[in-house]
T-cell receptor, first 115, second 119 residues
């Protein structure tokens, strides 16, 4: 079945450092890919998405490129802020069969940014 | 007001008790979902409903049941709570692909979560 694997955390960075959170997936066909973010005490909210190969999703300085050849969707940000401290989830959604519209999540990566 | 609300936000209960978690949405979406979140495991789908008359089991439905009372309301029940059901529970909604086409990129909107502790 479909699965998503994220790099293990937690990740601790200083403000203005470069961030990469790795995400790889296994799926039949061509899923859409997402990054969701969960701030402390809140539900998940969509950060960015990409619906086909080579698409780049971007939002709030974060970027991720859909790489079909490496089945990856790594999240990057050039300069993190303390306010970026949160849990980040990679997810996929596939349009096939009985699975369409549902999300499969990775295990989440905790990011802590220090001043 | 929040688009997706969950009640209660926190609940502590004892083993064997029946618990109901409620979710309401004002987004007008047909699709609703229940997930549980456990540390290191991400979110796992318990049940989902694509409309009022369509309810389906997710990957971890054992020990849970649901009721879709209306388009806007989707409740999750634990008939006899056990300690390993201690978790953070999230409700989510999403829109239906336009024109009946199969589209996989509809965003899901999440409620704030219910923290359930079963002693």
């Amino acid at each position: 079945g479909d699965s998503v694997t994220q790099m293990e955390g937690p990740v601790t960075l200083s403000e203005e450092a470069f961030l990469t959170i790795n995400c790889t997936y296994t799926a039949t066909g061509y899923p859409s890919l997402f990054w969701y973010v969960q701030y402390p005490g809140e539900g998940l909210q969509l950060l960015l998405k990409a619906t086909k190969a080579d698409d780049k999703g971007s939002n709030k300085g974060f970027e991720a490129t859909y790489r079909k050849e490496t089945t990856s969707f790594h999240l990057e940000k050039g300069s993190v802020q303390v306010s970026d401290s949160a849990v980040y989830f990679c997810a996929l959604s596939w349009a096939g069969g009985t699975s369409y519209g549902k999300l499969t999540f990775g295990q989440g990566t905790i990011l802590t940014v220090h001043p | 007001d929040a688009d997706v609300t969950q009640t209660p936000r926190n609940r502590i209960t004892k083993t064997g008790k029946r618990i109901m978690l409620e979710c309401s949405q004002t987004k007008g979406h047909d699709r609703m979902y229940w997930y549980r979140q456990d540390p290191g495991l991400g979110l796992r789908l318990i049940y989902y409903s694509f409309d009022v008359k369509d309810i389906n089991k997710g990957e971890i439905s054992d020990g849970y049941s649901v009721s879709r009372q209306a388009q806007a309301k989707f409740s999750l029940s634990l008939e006899s709570a056990i300690p390993n059901q201690t978790a953070l529970y999230f409700c989510a909604t999403s829109d239906t692909p336009e024109g009946g086409s199969i589209s996989s990129y509809n965003e899901q909107f999440f409620g704030p979560g219910t923290r359930l502790t079963v002693l």
